[in-house]
């Protein structure tokens, strides 16, 4: 959630304006140039797999003008071993926007049971404007600029609006002859240039986090070529984006109601209150204790704001009482435990505990970069190569979350507004949510958000407590696309399910799923072992 920090699809009204990539109920199909593309096939590094191959494919920037300029996209692939049992290809998305997904086949290749890798192809790829497919960046970036944007103070407004403007002024810059078309809708037409180019009548799909609403999105533009789709992770197509982010700040209240129930019950342990009023409280007076007078943290400061700069901390019990057990120890001058916390940011040299620190320096919750969805790291680039801009993931991150929607109010005292209210009503992160964010400065969007009006007979899963796409914005996805049938992991923590964990009570129906193509005949609710204890001394690792 921190740099990049971290989620639109567009209605088809431009459709018939777009002359290539649909099928007859879609808006577009590739030209007859792309359709004859033929990837030349090549050994990705002599230090992966052999089996591990990778090609660049040719797509327009603009498909109104598709034969003009083009980008690169880069896609990888690994054959299935067992041509009797091979179905088709699966396309690959760990999330982002801004993640690179090219090397995911390698990471799903070794995770899959064989019974279901045997049936397709792993088609792996990095979208348009990531990694090794065109690039963009916004120029050199502080390390502030790549935050999701600070808690909302009316003294200091004035600087958040000038953060806002100067971050969309420099993606503007550095990259604003393509930033427009880095949209969610361009990068699904992609995706039908991958499986035209891969010679295949339908592709079947697994997306995590934001890959879940591309998925969504290619479902409604090219429904006849949607085959097997695995959502994992849900984005509501209704909240993209603002309301995405602000589901970070409504759906951490009751992840942290659930967590002082948790240190309650293990007050001996833990010693931040025997019921929980009594945990809340603890907690709030170290946010005014460090509003008044920062606390000095592992030799560091640390402020209110920061304490609350990370919603998905709460949704881990273990981590956030080791957490705020070290904090209240610095706070009250006592010894601290080696070598740092748990997870939460916490950690002796994390950077940015000052008081103008703008929030997660990883990227969004939508990018999976914080909970660790498969393949994605808590830097915000996933496994993708060295030679891209170092701030690529924050600008295909904004061009994506700013350009896929025209819901993005201009006006800034409309953040205002917002930030105040909300950090009245959804008082740990409702400020951050909803403060002014670059989109105020964004371009005019070229395409409106895609409906979703169209029949998708796909499989959506999602943890019961997932701190990046909340429980509500995965049950979003599931009513917006009717068909679509829910696996709900309760007790689940973490962002990303099915293959984050061996022992996941969702992996045995989306196993069925892909295997036989048959969806559950109704929603599907399972119970998640619960996780292994972890002792407070671990915790406070």
């Known amino acids: 959630m921190k740099r990049l920090t971290r989620l639109l699809a567009t209605a088809g009204l431009l459709a018939a304006a777009l002359p290539g990539l649909a099928t007859p109920s879609a808006s577009a199909a590739p030209t007859p140039a792309y359709l004859r593309q033929t990837p030349a096939w090549h050994r990705c590094s002599p230090d992966r797999p052999a089996a591990y191959e990778c090609a660049t494919l040719k797509v327009p920037l603009d498909y109104q003008r598709p034969e003009g300029r083009t980008l690169d996209l880069a896609i990888s692939r690994m054959k299935s071993e067992n041509p009797a049992k091979r179905r088709g290809v699966l396309l690959l998305n760990p999330g982002g926007p801004g993640a690179s997904g090219l090397y995911r086949p390698i990471r799903t290749n070794a995770e899959m049971p064989k019974d279901v890798r045997d049936r397709y192809d792993l088609i792996g790829f990095d979208p348009r404007g990531v990694g ?19 808690a909302y103070r009316p003294e200091t407004f004035a600087s958040d609006v000038s953060w806002a403007r100067g971050i969309a002024d420099k993606c503007r810059e550095k990259s604003g002859d393509v930033i427009p078309y880095i949209t969610t809708r ?45 959502l994992d992770s849900g984005v509501d197509p209704g909240r993209v984006w603002r309301g ?32 929980p009023e009594a945990v809340s409280a603890t907690f709030w007076a170290l946010v005014a204790r460090a509003d008044r007078d920062p606390i000095i943290h592992h030799g560091e400061k640390v ?24 904090i209240k120890a610095s706070a009250d001058k006592a010894p601290q435990p080696p070598g740092g916390t748990a997870p939460g940011g916490m950690a002796p040299g994390a950077s940015g505990k000052g008081a103008d620190r703008k929030g997660p320096v990883a990227q969004s ?52 507004r917002d ?46 407590w ?36 061996p022992t996941a009570c969702a992996n045995i129906p989306v196993n069925a799923y892909l295997s036989t193509g048959r969806l559950p005949a109704k929603d599907v609710t399972c119970h998640n072992p619960p996780p292994t204890p972890d002792p407070e001394g671990a915790a406070a690792r």
């Open 466 to 501: 997932d701190p990046m796409t909340p429980l509500g914005t995965g049950q979003g996805l599931h009513q917006a696309l009717k068909g679509s049938r829910m696996v709900l992991a309760l007790g689940g923590e973490g962002h990303g399910v099915y293959l984050s964990n």
């Open 244 to 275: 995405m982010i602000q589901a970070w700040g409504t759906e951490a209240e009751p992840a942290f109601e659930r967590w002082t129930r948790w240190a309650a019950e293990r007050s001996d342990t833990y010693g931040l209150g025997a019921t």
């Open 303 to 326: 402020t209110g704001d920061y304490i609350r700069a990370d919603p998905s901390l709460f949704f881990d019990p273990h981590g956030a009482s080791a957490v705020v057990k070290s």
């Open 132 to 150: 090794e497919s065109s690039p963009i960046g916004c120029g050199d970036l502080s390390e502030v600029e790549v935050g999701v944007g600070g």
């Open 365 to 416: 919750p939508l990018g999976g970069v914080r909970a660790g969805v498969p393949g994605v790291d808590a830097g915000g680039a996933s496994e993708g190569p060295d030679a891209t801009p170092a701030s690529n993931a924050t600008a295909v991150y904004w061009a994506v979350v700013c350009g896929d929607t025209d819901s993005w109010p201009r006006d800034p005292e409309q953040y205002a």
């Open 186 to 230: 361009n990068t699904a037409r992609d995706m039908d240039v991958i499986r035209a180019a891969l010679g295949e009548r339908t592709v079947s799909y697994l997306g995590y986090s934001y890959g879940t609403y591309l998925g969504a999105v290619y479902s409604q533009m090219f429904p006849e070529r949607t085959d097997r789709f695995v």
């Open 419 to 464: 930030a105040a209210r909300d950090k009245v009503k959804h008082p740990l992160y409702g400020d951050f949510a909803s403060n002014i964010k670059p989109c105020a400065f964004w371009q005019r969007p070229l395409e409106p958000a895609t409906p979703m009006k169209t029949r998708a007979d796909v499989l959506t899963v999602q943890n019961e």
